[in-house]
């Protein structure tokens, strides 16, 4: 099992920048991914940016594009969400999230099953 412990949400205007972490304790090595998860009122949770801690695949959510970086320090067991020209939008609440996937499997199939406790991020206009 993975525990997840998240930081760094908090209030931005448009325009801003903040850098979300997330620290993993317990299974992590090159064959778990990281995933960093929003969710709005009244919508449903989304994936943003995935990556497997081994660098070699990364994915984001087509509205993200350009703007956030998925990253992982692997000495500290840490991964990151670097979010730049945020928008209003991307008002959320934001949770990383840890699975094991197979050397020839997708980050983007099955569950998470291990979940961090949620920051939140609000961007005003």
């Known amino acids: 099992q993975v525990r997840l412990v998240e930081s760094g949400g908090g209030l931005v205007q448009a325009g801003g920048s903040l850098r979300l972490s997330c620290t993993a304790s317990?299974?992590?090595?090159?064959?778990?991914?990281m995933g960093w998860f929003r969710q709005a009122p009244g919508k449903e949770r989304e994936l943003v940016a995935a990556t497997r801690w081994s660098g070699d695949s990364t994915y984001y959510l087509n509205s993200v594009k350009g703007r956030f970086t998925i990253s992982t320090d692997n000495a500290k067991n840490t991964a990151f969400l670097q979010m730049d020209s945020l928008k209003p939008e991307d008002t959320a609440l934001y949770y990383c999230?840890?699975?094991?996937?197979?050397?020839?499997?997708?980050?983007?199939?099955?569950?998470?099953?291990?979940w961090g406790q949620g920051t939140q991020v609000t961007v005003s206009s």
């Open positions: 317990g299974r992590t090595g090159s064959l778990f991914a």
């Open positions: 999230a840890s699975k094991y996937v197979s050397s020839s499997g997708s980050m983007l199939l099955g569950g998470w099953p291990s």
